[in-house]
């Protein structure tokens, strides 16, 4: 079954950086759609950025000028970049593809894990 499997959250300090990657795994026919979104405690998740299959961006206002995302279709892996964190970008973070298998006609929406990013002094 598709499985999504996220690494690279952590400890950092204002101002530094962090690299996560979300890889996908399975029976897979193609991947549409990929993003990551976070979910602060007592908060409904938020979308961070999303890329399309063909390379295009968009990302939250919050975090534009700060984080990139990105993804290598050869590796079904999705990356995000995150630069200059604030302690407000503490969450965790979930990745999301629109997977298609060998075994459906359709693509249906998976979630990674979560990863913690933790932004403190």
């Known amino acids: 079954q598709v499985q999504l499997v996220e690494s690279g959250g952590g400890l950092v300090q204002p101002g530094g950086s962090l690299r996560l990657s979300c890889a996908v795994s399975?029976?897979?026919?193609?991947?549409?759609?990929m993003g990551w979104y976070r979910h602060f405690p007592g908060k409904q998740r938020e979308l961070v950025a999303v890329?399309?299959?063909?390379?295009?961006?968009n990302s939250a206002d919050s975090v534009q000028g700060r984080f990139t995302i990105s993804r290598d279709n050869a590796k079904n892996t999705v990356y995000l970049q995150m630069n200059s964190l604030k302690p407000e970008d503490t969450a965790v973070y979930y990745c999301?593809?629109?997977?298609?298998?060998?075994?459906?006609?359709?693509?249906?929406?998976?979630w990674g894990q979560g990863t913690q990013v933790t932004v403190s002094s």
């Open positions: 999301n593809a629109w997977v298609k298998t060998y075994s459906s006609t359709y693509h249906s929406q998976y």
């Open positions: 399975g029976r897979i026919f193609s991947i549409a759609d």
């Open positions: 890329i399309t299959s063909g390379g295009r961006t």
